[in-house]
């Protein structure tokens, strides 16, 4: 399976009920943006313009996503790691992009002004 494929599965998943299922899809997203905030990019610039356009093209639908789980009455546990997930977004951004784009800022204000 690609990259593609698995980061859209993955944040399907998000959307599990079951807590087990969620657990793997998150973990997938949380090392993969972890992964993303390396220093490898400045080594490799091919690194960092696939980086950028997985920020560009999934995140959308990763903040969408998240924010369905925490605005549902779901676990806390499961509220929780779409919060961290945010988070660990949101700073692999800032280290990899630059502080200037805000590309999870804005997702985050605009679902949060729709809800």
Known sequence: MGIEK??????DGLLSENECI???YHQVLEKLFEHSTTEDHKIKPETYRAVTRL?????SRIVKNCFKVILSPRKTSLVKGCGNLLHTVNSGERNVI???V???YGLVCLNWKNH
Do not use: A, D, P
């Open 22 to 24: 969620f657990n793997e």
């Open 98 to 100: 630059g502080t200037h």
């Open 6 to 11: 698995l980061i859209m599965v993955s944040t």
């Open 102 to 104: 805000k590309i999870t």
């Open 55 to 59: 920020y560009r093209i999934h995140s």
